[in-house]
Structures are given as C-alpha cells and as structure tokens.
C-alpha cells in the first residue's frame, strides 16, 4: 500500500498504527513523507474497511450452510438434483 503526502503528494512512510477498533478494520497511519528535503511533513492518516467486492470463501461456505439448514430435506434433496421443489 502507497501513502502520499497531503502537501507535496510524495510517497510516505507509515511509521506506525493506531487501530481504532476491536475488528482492526479501522486505523489511524502515522507517516512520514520521504521528501525530506523540500518537505519532511508528518501526519496522520486514517485507513478503514469498506465492503467486500468477493468475499472470503470461508464467509461463503458458511453462508451457503446456513441456507441449506433452512430447507426440509424434501427441499435439499430436489436442490442437489438441480430440480425445482414440488
């Protein structure tokens, strides 16, 4: 991961993290531009988890097991012979 400097938009070291939450998804960067010569600014940063775009696949596999439980067994049983339930 690249961080840039708000001033001169060099790239910056991350010197290091404050994480915000319990989950770590949310976190304060403390960087150090690497501009030292014409900048030198240091500053903090906040870095946090958005949304997945494909998610884990533990998270699927869990998710399509708990969708599965839901079914009678009638239901399973037509859904693994790709049938329409009925």
Not at 43 to 67: C, D, E, M, R
Request: hydrophobic content about 35%; aromatic content about 6%.
């Amino acid at each position: 991961m690249t961080v840039y400097c708000p001033n001169c938009q060099s790239k910056a070291r991350i010197t290091s993290r404050n994480n915000l939450n319990d989950e770590k998804t949310v976190a304060d960067l403390y960087c150090q531009c690497l501009n030292t010569k014409a900048c030198g600014a240091t500053f903090v940063t906040t870095l946090g988890f958005k949304h997945y775009i494909n998610p884990p696949a533990t998270s699927t596999v869990q998710l399509a097991a708990n969708l599965l439980n839901t079914l009678t067994k009638a239901e399973r049983a037509a859904l693994l012979q790709g049938m329409p339930p009925g």
